[in-house]
């Protein structure tokens, strides 16, 4: 009994609301000192992957789209950052850490290679005064769970 106690004291579960997104680099030195902070990015998902065949017994992984989603505000403008990026196409890095509730990072993802697939600078309404959001789609070329 003693054992189980001791097991339920030190278990402590990953929470959704426990997360660091940070845009690492891009192909351009340029853009790389105007690339969004941590801030903005309000939600986003832990990558997927699906299983791609290749032959009759061959077959990989590879990652599916991912959904970043960010507030737009005045200064640094998320949506200006976005176009650079689409104009220019080009490839976005990131990594997302899962966080402790002490902010230790407990799980470490690096995503790489990353293809802007859609991007959405959101809907404005003269009735409504919440924040103005922007919206990513990505098709990340790896993805790696380092811890």
Avoid at 41 to 55: A, G, L
Wanted: aromatic content about 10%; some cysteine.
């Amino acid at each position: 009994m003693a054992d189980l106690m001791k097991k339920l004291v030190n278990y402590e579960p990953k929470s959704v609301n426990r997360w660091n997104l940070t845009m690492i680099t891009t192909t351009s030195e340029e853009l790389g000192s105007k690339l969004l902070p941590e801030f903005v990015v309000s939600e986003t998902n832990r990558p997927k992957f699906k299983r791609e065949r290749y032959c009759l017994f061959w077959s990989r992984l590879k990652p599916d789209t991912i959904h970043i989603e960010m507030i737009d505000p005045i200064s640094p403008s998320t949506s200006q950052v976005i176009y650079n990026l689409i104009e220019c196409d080009f490839k976005l890095d990131y990594n997302l850490e899962m966080l402790d509730p002490t902010g230790v990072v407990v799980e470490k993802w690096e995503v790489r290679g990353c293809e802007i697939l859609e991007a959405n600078f959101g809907q404005l309404d003269y009735n409504n005064d919440s924040l103005v959001h922007c919206s990513l789609i990505i098709k990340p070329n790896t993805a790696k769970l380092v811890f």
